[in-house]
Every structure is written in structure tokens, then in C-alpha cells.
């Protein structure tokens, strides 16, 4: 039951945000082609919902292998910075 009512409290919460999503995503394009306010927005069809998530999953994806190359990147710089810098703080006296 507790299986349930969670599967269904997840359903709800993505509807939500898909349908806040497709909002923003509409009244954004609107704005960006100057279209105007549009009066009514239209409700996710399946079709349209599934391509919609494909393209968030996408680009989810593609953010993290992102964020990750960058973050693995900088703590490489941290940890070569580091090393040179003690190395020089060591034969300074002997210069």
C-alpha cells in the first residue's frame, strides 16, 4: 500500500513539473520570437510529454558529464598548484 501511495505521490510531482516546465518553456519561446503573452497554453499530449522528458533526461546527462569534467579538472589544477608551490617554497632558501 505504502508502494503505492508513493509511485503515485511521484506521478503527481512529475506531472507538476513537467506541466511548470512546458509553461516556462512556452511563455519563453513567446517572448524570445515576440509572439506576444499567449492567452492559453496548451496541456502535455503523451507524445509530447515523453519527447519532453527525453529532452530534459538529455540534458541532465549531458550537464553532469559536464559539471564532472570540470570539477575533476579543477581539483587536478588545486592538487598540481599545491605540489608546485611547495616545491618552490623548498629550494627557495637554497637559491
Do not use: D, H
Not at 512546458?22 to 503523451?46: S, Y
Not at 608546485?84 to 637554497?94: D, G, H, K, L, Q
Amino acid at each position: 500500500m505504502l508502494s503505492l501511495i508513493f509511485i503515485l505521490a511521484l506521478l503527481l510531482i512529475e506531472y507538476f513539473l513537467f506541466a511548470v516546465y512546458n509553461w516556462c518553456e512556452v511563455k519563453t519561446k513567446m517572448w524570445i520570437m515576440n509572439l506576444g503573452k499567449p492567452t492559453t497554453i496548451p496541456n502535455l499530449n503523451e507524445a509530447m510529454a515523453i519527447e519532453l522528458g527525453a529532452n530534459l533526461l538529455g540534458e541532465t546527462i549531458v550537464f553532469s558529464i559536464a559539471a564532472g569534467i570540470l570539477w575533476v579538472e579543477y581539483s587536478r589544477q588545486v592538487r598540481n598548484f599545491s605540489v608546485n608551490f611547495m616545491c618552490s617554497a623548498e629550494m627557495t632558501p637554497f637559491l
